[in-house]
């Protein structure tokens, strides 16, 4: 991704919900082949924190189809996307499935990375290690209230990418862009090299473009997740990153 920025392209990081339909797969294939650079895929949890009404009902349908952690993680190895794929997951399900272990499985299924939104950065030793030894990458998250200092040691921290919360609040699509986004953007911009990425309330091709002006591209979950739940399945969502890759390509 790093290669892929430094060459001029504007990075494209879908989020799909882990077991949401039996062709959720298909779903995470048919993004990558649409154009993105990475996909990461939500294991659903009863709890999901970060997230508002979209992805919470995605993740409640796919515990009601007997979605699990290690199913999720699973089915991503026979996922053959031939880019990144990166789970997010809390930290209840990190810890219950022991920090080694569940490094270890993510690798051996093909795993290159990882967002637990809530495990800050003071408690963050002994995932850090496992994850390290393991080969996982750790995504960490920044806010738009974030300390200068403090973002400075998130960015040091941080693997593969740095995620900037585009605005305070959770999950979900928004009518416009929030003023908040480009200014983290242009705040971690200042303090790392790493690939900056801003998600959270980034909801059409048109946002997409505005914040990629001052980031290096964007998450983009919640608007993916609804076209999944009014039935869309690998089609749609080929549509639909594929029109948000195309918008950001006509930046260059």
């Not at 796919?62 to 026979?78: H, M």
């Amino acid at each position: 991704m790093r290669a892929a920025r430094d060459a001029g392209r504007k990075l494209l990081v879908p989020y799909v919900t882990g077991g949401l339909g039996a062709d959720w797969c298909d779903v995470v294939a048919a993004c990558a082949a649409a154009g993105a650079d990475a996909v990461e895929v939500g294991i659903p949890f009863s709890d999901p924190v970060m997230d508002g009404p979209t992805i919470q009902e995605a993740s409640t349908r796919a515990l009601a189809r007997g979605a699990t952690p290690a199913s999720i993680v699973a089915a991503l190895g026979e996922v053959d996307a031939g880019i990144p794929l990166v789970v997010m997951t809390y930290y209840n399900v990190v810890f219950r499935g022991g920090h080694r272990r569940f490094a270890r499985s993510l690798v051996e299924h093909g795993v290159s990375g990882a967002i637990v939104p809530d495990l800050p950065l003071d408690e963050f030793g002994e995932w850090a290690r496992a994850a390290d030894d393991a080969g996982v990458e750790t995504i960490l998250l920044a806010a738009p209230t974030t300390p200068d200092d403090r973002l400075v040691e998130i960015c040091e921290r941080s693997r593969g990418w740095v995620y900037g919360v585009g605005l305070m609040g959770v999950t979900g699509e928004r009518t416009s862009l929030a003023a908040s986004a480009a200014t983290m953007a242009k705040r971690l911009k200042a303090v790392t090299d790493l690939p900056v990425l801003i998600g959270v309330g980034v909801s059409t091709p048109e946002q997409a473009v505005e914040v990629s002006a001052a980031a290096d591209g964007v998450v983009v979950g919640s608007a993916l997740v609804r076209r999944l739940l009014e039935g869309g399945g690998p089609e749609a969502a080929a549509a639909f990153v594929g029109e948000l890759r195309s918008a950001l390509d006509g930046m260059a």
